[in-house]
Nanobody
Framework: QVQLVESGGGLVQPGGSLRLSCVAS????????MGWYRQAPGKQRELVAV???????NYADSVKGRFTISRDYAKNTAFLQMNSLKPEDTAVYYC????????WGQGTQVTVSS
């Protein structure tokens, strides 16, 4: 099985930056896809960004140009660099791994507010 632990969330002012990290442990295949989703209060969980083994990332239109996903294969870690944050980015951010099934972390809260 796969265990995922996210970190790096917090409170930030509009225009600020945060960097989320997700460490995967257990049985990890380097061919997997890692990604980030988010869920705001009263809304459905939505895709933020995913990065497959190829390294070619895919982003939601709402975060293109502001967020960057990356991964460290040696450390089984994925990152989400978030710049120019907006209040509408406020949500719980979840890390996910897809390898024969979907695995999820517990989530980390990101709040963008002045």
């Amino acid at each position: 099985q796969v265990q995922l632990v996210e970190s790096g969330g917090g409170l930030v002012q509009p225009g600020g930056s945060l960097r989320l990290s997700c460490v995967a442990s257990g049985i990890i295949f380097r061919s997997n896809t890692m990604g980030w989703y988010r869920q705001a209060p009263g809304k459905q969980r939505e895709l933020v960004a995913v990065i497959p083994r190829s390294g070619v990332a895919n982003y939601a239109d709402s975060v293109k140009g502001r967020f960057t996903i990356s991964r460290d294969y040696a450390k089984n870690t994925a990152f989400l660099q978030m710049n120019s944050l907006k209040p509408e980015d406020t949500a719980v951010y979840y890390c996910t791994v897809n390898q024969g099934g979907d695995f999820w972390g517990q989530g980390t809260q990101v709040t963008v507010s002045s």
